[in-house]
């Protein structure tokens, strides 16, 4: 007897997310034409939302992204979600090559000049 074959699901495909997608998409173009976007994606453990969040800047380009994530240990440390969306564009940031990672020098800078 021959044993059936294992059941096995496309994972690059998201089904029935297509709302939450554009959303996404829509924040990724609002930034891309200079407004500020921020964006909490929640939701029960195990119900895909980092795969969404993936599934949403696959081909966008250039996106620096940070993903924060709620750990129940750490729940009662203020801010850990936001540390973690931090440490995630800076370690994307200083993975890019030393002309780039100048231009973000720069412009960060830039950014905390008080005059």
Same mark, same amino acid.
């Given at each position: 007897?021959?044993?059936?074959?294992?059941? #096995?699901?496309? @994972?690059?495909?998201?089904?029935?997310?297509?709302?939450?997608? @554009?959303? &996404?998409?829509d #924040?990724?173009?609002?930034?891309?034409?200079?407004?500020?976007?921020?964006?909490?994606? +929640?939701?029960? %453990?195990? %119900?895909?939302? +980092?795969?969404?969040?993936?599934?949403a800047?696959?081909?966008?380009?250039?996106?620096l992204?940070? &993903?924060?994530?709620? +750990?129940?240990?750490?729940?009662?440390?203020?801010?850990?979600?936001?540390?973690?969306?931090?440490?995630d564009?800076?370690?994307?940031?200083l993975?890019?090559?030393?002309?780039?990672?100048?231009?973000?020098?720069d #412009?960060?800078?830039e950014?905390?000049?008080?005059?």
């Amino acid at each position: 007897m021959k044993r059936p074959r294992r059941l #096995a699901c496309p @994972e690059d495909k998201l089904y029935g997310r297509e709302e939450e997608l @554009e959303v &996404i998409r829509d #924040a990724i173009q609002g930034a891309r034409n200079g407004k500020q976007q921020r964006l909490i994606v +929640s939701g029960a %453990s195990g %119900s895909g939302k +980092s795969t969404l969040v993936q599934h949403a800047f696959r081909g966008q380009g250039n996106c620096l992204v940070g &993903i924060g994530t709620f +750990s129940q240990k750490l729940r009662h440390t203020p801010y850990t979600v936001l540390a973690h969306a931090l440490a995630d564009i800076c370690r994307q940031i200083l993975l890019k090559g030393p002309h780039q990672l100048q231009i973000y020098r720069d #412009a960060f800078r830039e950014g905390m000049d008080p005059a």
